[in-house]
Each structure stands twice: as structure tokens, then as C-alpha cells.
């Protein structure tokens, strides 16, 4: 019976950590938004380094959620794939709300996968971070 709880309250571990990744990594990313509209609005970026100012903003909202949130130590690339699709799925339907706008395309699917490589890499770095302390 004891085997149960345990694996129970592991499952549980890994699913909260994931859920706290998201939320920080979502705010992160919401901030991050807000400043780099003030930034293109004030110093005049062109259009053509929006898509790449995005992209870089959402793989660092998802390495800085993994980071703060991925504490258990075993299968830290898959907690982050997870985190990093959950992540831009999770984006996508937000910003587009925001926009009254779902647009599905390549660019979702282009999205989905630097977050998942994003997340695999954040993952591996936050496992191997707590392991070393």
C-alpha cells in the first residue's frame, strides 16, 4: 500500500512541477511581451526581427520556468519537452485570445517544436543544476 502513495505523490510531484513551470514561464513570456512592444513602439525595430525578438522571448520564459520549477531529479529532458509544448500551446491559445484570433499553420507546428527542443534542453540543464548543489 505504501508503494501506491508513493508513486502517487511522485506523479503528483512531476504534474506540479510541470503546472509551476508553465504559470512562471507564461507570466515571464506576458511581460516580456509587453517590453518588447514598448521597445519596437519607441526605438522603431524593423518587422522583420519581430518573429525572432518572439521566438527568443518564448525559449527563455520556458528556460527560466524549467529552471525554477524542475527540482526531482530523474527524466529532467522529458519534464521539459512536456513543458515546452504545454508552454506553447498553453501561449498560442492565451495571445490569441488577446488577438480574437486562432490562426493554426505552420507557424504553430515551427513553435511547437523550438519549444519542445527549448524544454528538452532546459529540462537537462535543471536536472544536472540540482544535482551538482
Known amino acids: 500500500m505504501r508503494s501506491k502513495n508513493s508513486a502517487a505523490n511522485k506523479e503528483h510531484g512531476y504534474v506540479f512541477e510541470i503546472v509551476k513551470a508553465n504559470i512562471i514561464a507564461l507570466v515571464i513570456a506576458l511581460i516580456a511581451i509587453l517590453l518588447s512592444a514598448l521597445a519596437v513602439k519607441l526605438f522603431n525595430v524593423s518587422d522583420t526581427a519581430i518573429p525572432i525578438i518572439n521566438q ?25 519537452v512536456i513543458c515546452g509544448f504545454t ?4 501561449s ?28 528538452m534542453l532546459s529540462g537537462i540543464i535543471a536536472v544536472n543544476i540540482r544535482n551538482r548543489g
Do not use: E, H, T, Y
Open 87 to 90: 508552454f506553447v500551446m498553453l
Open 92 to 119: 498560442f491559445l492565451v495571445f490569441s485570445a488577446l488577438q480574437n484570433s486562432f490562426d493554426f499553420g505552420l507557424s504553430l507546428l515551427n513553435d511547437c517544436a523550438l519549444g519542445m527542443v527549448s524544454g
Open 56 to 80: 527568443v522571448i518564448k525559449s527563455a520564459s520556458i528556460f527560466i520556468g524549467c529552471i525554477v520549477a524542475l527540482k526531482k531529479p530523474n527524466n529532467g529532458w522529458l519534464r521539459g
